[in-house]
C-alpha cells in the first residue's frame, strides 16, 4: 500500500519561502512520476510541478516556474517542492500525488495519478 504525507505548510509573508516535504513508503518508486497540485478554496485542483522518479525530468505550470522547485531525494523516498517569491494567489492545500507509471505527455492531469496524500496548507499573507 502507497502512502504519501505531506509536511511543511504554514502561514507566510507575500515573498517569503517554504519547503513541502512529500514521504512516500509502501514500495518501489523507480517507475513512477510524482506531482504536487493544488486546491485554492472555490477552484478546482490544478498542476503545479511534476518530476520522474528515476531520471528527475521536472515539469511546472507556467504560474510557478522560476519561482518552485520541485527535487527528490531517491535515498530518503521523499520529494520536496520549494516554494519561493510567494503570492496570495499560491494560497491552496497542496497534494502530493504518485503515478506509477510516469508518461511525460501526463504528469499534468490530475486523474492519471494513482495516489493522494492528505494535503498540506499553505496560506500567504499580502
Known amino acids: 500500500q502507497v502512502q504519501l504525507v505531506e509536511s511543511g505548510g504554514g502561514l507566510v509573508q507575500a515573498g517569503g519561502s517554504l519547503r513541502l516535504s512529500c514521504a512516500a513508503s509502501g514500495r518501489s518508486f523507480s517507475s513512477y512520476a510524482m506531482g504536487w497540485f493544488r486546491q485554492a478554496p472555490g477552484k478546482e485542483r490544478e498542476f503545479v510541478a511534476a518530476?520522474?522518479?528515476?531520471?528527475?525530468?521536472?515539469y511546472y505550470a507556467d504560474s510557478v516556474k522560476r519561482r518552485f522547485t520541485i527535487s527528490r531525494d531517491t535515498a530518503q523516498n521523499t520529494v520536496y517542492l520549494q516554494l519561493n517569491s510567494l503570492q496570495s494567489e499560491d494560497t491552496a492545500v497542496y497534494y502530493c500525488a504518485a503515478d506509477y507509471v510516469y508518461r511525460a505527455s501526463a504528469v499534468f492531469y490530475s486523474e492519471r495519478y494513482d495516489y493522494w496524500g492528505q494535503g498540506t496548507q499553505v496560506t500567504v499573507s499580502s
Open positions: 518530476i520522474s522518479w528515476s531520471g528527475g525530468s521536472t
